[in-house]
Nanobody, 116 residues
Framework: QVQLAESGGGLVQPGGSLRLSCTTSRSIFSANDWGWYRRAPGTHRELVAASTSLGDVSYADFVKGRFTISKDNAKEMVYLEMNSLTPEDTAVYYC??????????WGQGTQVTVSS
């Protein structure tokens, strides 16, 4: 069974930065597009950024220019560099497949709190 594990969240002041990491438990990395998602309190989970198996990237409008998704194919890891964070970015962040409707079992996520 595929297990996804996110890390790197924390408490940061507005304008600060964080780097999130995601590991997978099986060699399913290269066959999939990968995405970072987030769920803020009282909202639905939404896609933040995605990277295809070929390396093409896309971003939600609300993070464009601030967040960067990247992958390390050798380590089978996905990263999300987050800069210029605002309180509106406060959420639990998850990684998962972004290949069509395929989603593996969601991990625990990593909490990002942006507050002064």
């Amino acid at each position: 069974q595929v297990q996804l594990a996110e890390s790197g969240g924390g408490l940061v002041q507005p304008g600060g930065s964080l780097r999130l990491s995601c590991t997978t438990s099986r060699s399913i990395f290269s066959a999939n597009d990968w995405g970072w998602y987030r769920r803020a309190p009282g909202t639905h989970r939404e896609l933040v950024a995605a990277s295809t198996s070929l390396g093409d990237v896309s971003y939600a409008d609300f993070v464009k220019g601030r967040f960067t998704i990247s992958k390390d194919n050798a380590k089978e890891m996905v990263y999300l560099e987050m800069n210029s964070l605002t309180p509106e970015d406060t959420a639990v962040y998850y990684c998962n497949s972004a290949s069509g409707s395929l989603r593996y079992t969601w991990g625990q996520g990593t909490q990002v709190t942006v507050s002064s």
